[in-house]
């Protein structure tokens, strides 16, 4: 054979074990392989549950303060949760501004602690008497759990609310407040009642 045949014959050979080494290494699956994709599962939803809940935004499920009252809440009462809390506070937000801005007290009542109601009450006959009408909900913007604690049997929770109202002749303006719903964690009615609301 010449030399330069032998000299082919070796490179040949050399590059034949190159890419049979590659193909040994390349060609098997390892452990830090990700697994093969498939095709998502279409999600199901609660349809009656995803009605009944109004949408959350991403403020609303901010965590809330950190202390130790949502601890102390959560081991009086297992089932709270903080988001669940948090959508029923919007939708009680929402029912009694819109019952107090018509004056319909049978609404008010159950949603509303003795004290509260009763000042509400005067309020609404107070604004019948000078033909004032109430303000009305045009949008609700956020809810925010801003504190939780226990105190004995009871929980408070507050709530920071800014929404947007219509008010009557004076047009539209802004509302920041902060209530306070309290409920007897003892109790078997599960519903909270607004015991207080003050400005934000």
Request: proline share 6%; net charge negative; aromatic share 6%.
């Amino acid at each position: 054979m010449s030399t330069q045949m032998i000299e082919f014959l070796v490179l040949a050979i050399a590059a034949g074990v190159v890419l049979f080494r590659l193909y040994s290494v390349l060609g098997r699956r390892t452990g830090a392989e990700p697994p093969p994709r498939t095709a998502p599962q279409s999600a199901q939803v609660d349809l009656g549950r995803a009605q009944e809940a109004p949408r959350v935004n991403a403020r609303e499920t901010a965590p809330p303060p950190a202390n130790s009252g949502l601890s102390d809440v959560m081991r009086a009462d297992p089932a709270f949760d903080v988001d669940e809390f948090v959508s029923g506070a919007r939708s009680a937000y929402e029912l009694i501004v819109q019952a107090f801005a018509s004056g319909d007290r049978e609404t008010l009542r159950p949603l509303l602690t003795a004290r509260v109601f009763d000042a509400y009450d005067r309020a609404i006959t107070e604004r019948a008497a000078t033909g004032e009408q109430g303000s009305e909900l045009v949008r609700l913007k956020s809810a925010e759990l801003a504190d939780i604690a226990l105190d004995g049997v009871t929980a408070r929770a507050v709530v920071k609310f800014e929404s947007e109202l219509a008010a009557g002749q004076h047009g539209l303006r802004d509302a920041r407040e902060k209530w306070t719903f309290e409920r007897d964690v003892t109790s078997r009615d599960p519903n909270w009642k607004l015991a207080r609301v003050v400005a934000a």
